[in-house]
């Protein structure tokens, strides 16, 4: 049986917002990772797909604020001699997740419609 899904939501949630695009990066890697997404893995994923360097610090603060806006849970593994004694904390996206990421996506279409595809002004 899985350990149980911990939430962090809070009543300051803002509806309607979507994503910033580091949100949606880290959202779309934990998307990808599905049971393997914890902080590393997520840092790894980004930085294998962007092929940029990313902090481990701001993967872990955009991991926390979007389990606090329902974008994401998460639930605490068994702990482990390896790390110490201390347990990994793996994400899940959310149906809300799901559809703030697409909602952004789709405003981007939006903005991207009609523009030329070649470099031309």
């Known amino acids: 049986m899985a350990p149980p899904i911990n939430t962090f939501r809070d009543n300051q ?9 580091f949100e949606q990066q880290v959202l779309l890697a934990v ?14 994923e980004l930085e ?3 092929e940029r360097t990313v902090a481990q610090g701001a993967i872990y ?10 974008f994401l849970r998460s639930r605490l593994a068994a702990p482990t001699p390896v790390r110490g004694g201390k347990s990994k904390r793996y994400f899940e996206i959310t149906s809300e997740g799901v559809t703030g990421v697409k909602a952004a996506r789709e405003e ?3 903005l991207w419609e009609g523009l030329p595809t ?4």
């Open 31 to 44: 998307w990808r990772l599905r049971d393997i997404a914890y902080g590393a893995s997520v840092r790894d």
């Open 118 to 121: 070649t470099t031309e002004r």
């Open 48 to 50: 294998t797909r962007t």
């Open 61 to 70: 603060v955009t991991l926390v604020r979007l389990e606090k806006k329902g």
């Open 108 to 110: 981007m279409d939006s």
């Open 13 to 21: 949630q803002v509806a309607g917002t979507n994503p910033s695009d």
